[in-house]
């Protein structure tokens, strides 16, 4: 038997929201390896204010249990985007490091059943609109293991996730018609990337957390995190993917890359000393 544990211990610090629900957001929270619900509420609880603006989830959900941490009324601190911290409520799917496939797709699963009991309170269908990811409002990894388990893109990832939640609601999820593909052209050789640094020297101070890449691109494994309150000094940085990566060694010896700022909009995930 599942256990359920409703307990809004962040106490509604990030505020109530204002509107309706517009969707949900599925995570996998990337923390100690194979910890347990338990254990991120006991977390939560002991934390300040202050310390829960590092971000925390409305949801913590294993396969054993399911904690509900926050009221789903109230904002939470969970996409590093006000749009997706204010309208969409937050679900981490936990032990994403450490455990099986099988035991992280059972996790998923008590996920999608408690998700498809709050789109039913809040009147809504899960379809591509209502089911978000995170890496669809900041770059990140999130969520990294169910990309790698169901496609590799946003929209395979996420029509899985629908698919699921549907099976929860009660709702049959239609195949497209099979499309009829035209021969394949040969393609000529895809050079790999080149990657360019410029050296220039300065230390990042993150306000979000952002993800460590041992090369600058989104589809890169992310090799770390680096938290709000933490810092980095670089050498130089990159232009790649769409965003600027600023580039350093670190500890184990091997060079890393840590996103710092959206080139298309110019805006900075943390300030540059």
Same mark, same amino acid.
């Given at each position: ?100 496939? &099988? ?9 999608? #059943?408690? *998700? /498809? !009991?709050?789109?039913? @309170? +809040? ?61 394949? &052209? ?9 990657? #360019?640094? *410029? /050296? !220039?020297?300065?230390? @990042? +101070? ?28 670089y050498d130089s940085y990159v232009k790649s ?33």
């Amino acid at each position: 038997m599942v256990k359920v544990i409703n307990n809004a211990v962040c106490r509604g610090v990030a505020g109530k929201r204002i509107g309706n629900v517009k969707g949900v957001v599925i995570h996998n929270d990337a923390g100690a390896i194979g910890a347990t619900v338990e254990s991120y509420v006991k977390r939560l609880e002991s934390m300040t204010n202050k310390q829960l603006e590092n971000g925390f989830a409305h949801y913590y959900i294993d396969r054993n249990t399911v904690a509900r941490v926050e009221d789903t009324y109230n904002k939470a601190w969970h996409t590093a985007n006000q749009d997706g911290n204010a309208n969409y409520i937050g679900y981490e799917v936990c032990q994403s490091l450490g455990v099986s496939d &099988k035991d992280f797709l059972a996790n998923e699963q008590a996920t999608f #059943k408690q *998700v /498809a !009991e709050d789109l039913k @309170f +809040y009147g809504l269908k899960a379809n591509r609109d209502t089911v978000r990811l995170h890496r669809e409002f900041v770059a990140t990894a999130c969520p990294h293991r169910s990309w790698e388990l169901h496609g590799k893109s946003i929209n395979s990832v996420k029509d899985y996730f629908i698919a699921q939640i549907n099976k929860y609601m009660g709702v049959t999820t239609p195949k497209p018609p099979a499309a009829i593909k035209p021969p394949a &052209k040969p393609k000529p050789p895809v050079k790999p990337q080149e990657i #360019k640094r *410029v /050296a !220039e020297k300065g230390t @990042f +101070y993150p306000n979000t957390a952002v993800a460590i890449k041992h090369t600058p691109t989104i589809k890169a494994k992310q090799e770390a995190t680096l938290g709000k309150g933490e810092s980095v000094i670089y050498d130089s940085y990159v232009k790649s993917d769409g965003y600027v990566w600023v580039s350093y060694i670190r500890n184990n010896g091997k060079r890393g890359y840590a996103c710092s700022r959206d080139i298309k909009t110019g805006k900075a995930f943390g300030t540059f000393k």
